[in-house]
């Protein structure tokens, strides 16, 4: 079963909310992603953890925030949020360390910041 | 030189023919490979990874050419499903890097 579950499916914010972006897969893979990505554009890595641990921070603003309570789970906290954040947020895992593997994705969150 | 560069599309091709993609890297160090496909508002589907020795799945086939720094994608026989983007990416020790795709349009 090579699936990847993200909720919510869409989400709808003000600038001083804060949410989370929730991501689980059962597939046994050791390195999650987070992705962001806007209209047109190819998938932008933000994050990746690898054996649970964060491995990879792409300069992303402090606004993201994310999150692995255990291998099979990965979040993303969101708070003060700006308009420029809206995008499709996608979360994706693979096998062992990050990055070497084939990487299976979630269907994503489409997030608009108002 | 962007590190990854896919040919800009979008290719209008009639259902039946063979479609060509190439995508070239920069970084002689990268280390693994792979090709997605992306429908309209849907994510990234895995394809193929592709092989020094080249591999194929059926209609499709991908190549890699490490001392040309290019991968390929061959679709024969097109299919009005083949529609999508495809997009490429390249691994490097942590990283990994998208091209922006190339839109392919299959006409009936």
């Known amino acids: 079963d090579t699936e990847v579950t993200q909720t919510p499916k869409h989400l709808v914010m003000g600038m001083t909310n804060k949410k989370s972006l929730k991501c689980e897969q059962h597939m046994g893979h050791r390195a999650m992603y987070w992705y962001k990505q806007k209209a047109k554009k190819p998938p932008e890595l933000m994050f990746v953890?690898?054996?649970?641990?964060?491995?990879i921070n792409e300069s992303v603003p402090s606004r993201f925030s994310p999150e692995c309570p255990n291998s099979s789970l990965l979040n993303l906290h969101l708070h003060a949020l700006q308009p420029e954040d809206s995008a499709l947020y996608l979360c994706a895992s693979s096998q062992g360390g990050a990055g070497y593997h084939e990487q299976y994705f979630g269907p994503g969150t489409r997030l608009t910041v108002t | 030189r962007k590190e990854v560069e896919q040919d800009p599309g979008p290719f209008n091709v009639p259902e039946g023919a063979t479609v060509a993609f190439n995508c070239t890297y920069s970084n002689s160090a990268s280390q693994s490979f792979f090709w997605y496909r992306q429908d309209c508002r849907k994510e990234p589907k895995l394809l193929m990874s592709?092989?020094?020795s080249g591999n194929e799945d059926g209609r499709f086939t991908a190549q890699l050419n490490r001392a040309s720094q290019y991968i390929s994608l061959l679709i024969r026989d097109s299919k009005l499903s083949d529609s999508a983007t495809y997009l490429c990416v390249v691994n490097r020790d942590d990283k990994i890097i998208f091209g922006k795709g190339t839109r392919l349009h299959i006409l009936p």
């Open positions: 592709v092989y020094s």
């Open positions: 953890y690898s054996y649970e641990k964060l491995s």
